[in-house]
């Protein structure tokens, strides 16, 4: 299957700095890329929709601002948190949906990102 | 809004014996794509099955199938020949593919096995 590639695996950063996470599909072009949070022993909860070239569409509640997605590329997309707080420690995952047609899609995932703000 | 839920937080079943994770899910669209998915404790997203909404066969991969009921937005799925390995946490997702696309996850339902 389709490879996605989530960097870094983990990262510990101070309160008040910005974290970039990256998420490449290293195989497919990726139109759309889905940025997921998860708490310990929940399920993955939708940030926000990325789409090449054009802003990202939020899911209510979550912060535009503290939250940046960028979707330059058709391989690429990062998600940064800025002005980091302790609150914002979670389990961050990305994931791409395959292009249309022929039938077949499917969203394939990174590894994830643990984040630790302290 | 598009809504998935998964009524059971935990599930378990002895090994070799078959079980049924439910799923509903909401939606007024009518092309999307139904999936579970599995996550161990690595927490990497692993595809169990897929199910294209405006197939009405019920998919199959080997030990897995779902029973696809589009009319009631029901899409369980059964593990036969329970296996060790198959314990994880699964979640039920719905991807619209059409117009605002979306990725959607259930609350999860998690699966222990007894030898």
């Known amino acids: 299957g389709a490879v996605v590639s989530q960097h870094p695996s983990w990262v510990i950063c101070k309160s008040g700095t910005s974290v970039k996470i990256e998420c490449r599909s290293l195989?497919?072009?990726?139109?759309?890329m889905f940025w997921y949070r998860q708490f310990p022993k929940q399920s993955l909860m939708l940030m926000a929709t990325s789409n090449e070239g054009s802003k990202a569409t939020y899911e209510q509640g979550v912060e535009k601002d503290k939250f940046l997605i960028n979707h330059a590329s058709l391989t690429l997309s990062t998600l940064t948190v800025t002005s980091a707080h302790p609150e914002d420690s979670s389990f961050y995952i990305c994931?791409?949906?395959?292009?249309?047609?022929?039938?077949?899609?499917?969203?394939?995932f990174g590894q994830g990102t643990r984040l630790t703000v302290v | 809004a598009q809504t998935v839920t998964q009524s059971q937080p935990e599930m378990s079943v002895q090994e070799a014996e078959t079980v049924t994770l439910s799923c509903t899910y909401d939606?007024?669209?009518?092309?999307?794509?139904l999936f579970w998915y599995k996550q161990p404790p690595s927490r990497q997203m692993i595809l169990v099955i897929r199910q294209e909404a405006y197939k009405q066969q019920n998919a199959t991969e080997n030990r897995f199938s779902v029973n696809f009921q589009k009319a009631a937005k029901s899409f369980s799925l059964k593990i036969s020949d329970s296996q060790l390995g198959d314990a994880a946490m699964y979640f039920c997702?719905?991807?619209?593919?059409?117009?605002?696309?979306?990725?959607?996850f259930g609350q999860g339902t998690r699966l222990t096995i007894n030898p």
């Open positions: 997702a719905f991807l619209l593919i059409q117009g605002a696309q979306k990725l959607v």
């Open positions: 994931s791409a949906a395959t292009p249309q047609g022929g039938g077949s899609t499917e969203a394939f």
């Open positions: 195989d497919f072009q990726a139109t759309t």
């Open positions: 939606t007024s669209e009518s092309d999307y794509y």
